[in-house]
């Protein structure tokens, strides 16, 4: 008989096991995090929606770079993986100016270190997608740091990998969503190497929770933008008089029910797949 899975790790909003030498569960939880921090309050089937559109990405975009997804579990919230050794760095993207790259760019006219044209508005679309490393932060906030400093992580040769299979990865899923009348501002990555030092997607990919997820009818550039991602949870908690460290506060009905709805619109309109049809038969998001 195989052996029951062992916990091994907890993260901000996933559980991690053990179920071989070579292989991991990750459960997405419920929980959901801003600022870094985990709220209280959970909001209901967003973990299904995580992993499902997570595995609904990876199959589509094997021929871009290997992936370590290798099922989906029944529970439509659990998906069997490789065990890689990850790379400790945040691989973002953005193809629009917004959330911590404006606030930077704001301040200073660049965002990781990169100098970008004058005059550019929050969530103006920029010339060409960009891509803007961060550090993996054990605790608080991951940091925005410069080429110079992720090659001193990853090393030159890798870091230039990651950067081209990061930019393929966010076209390819850019041009997929604007087809379904999404726009995806930015998304960030995580990767890790096989056993023969092969690079290979991991984590998750192009989640309301890893991604801006923006209704293209109602872009407009100059201002912050209506989202289908956790963007409406954290414009509720920072109208709060909260100082964005733990305990974060309480979710009110009406913010958990938005967050679940444009999380469940976002797998609708990227997948094609009803949820309801994704929960009875999660592997109809791998066809």
Known sequence: MPEAPVHTTSGKVRELY???PDRLLLVASDRISVFDVVLPTEIPDKGRVLSGLSAFWFARTREIVPNHLLDVESDGRSLECRRLEMLPLECVVRGYLAGSGWKDYHATGKTSGRRLPSGLRESERLPEPIFTPSSKATSGHDENIDVDRAAELVGRERLAEVEQRSLELYRFAANWAAERGIIIA?????FGLDDRGHL???????TPDSSRFWPADLY????PQPSYDKQFARDYCERLDWDKTAPGPELPADIVHGTRTRYIEAFERLTGVLFADYLAAPATVLR
Request: proline share 5%; aromatic share 10%; glycine share 10%.
């Open 220 to 223: 407009a550039p100059g201002r």
């Open 186 to 190: 930015d998304t960030k990555f995580e």
């Open 18 to 20: 053990a179920s071989g």
């Open 200 to 206: 290979v997607l991991a984590d998750e990919a192009f």
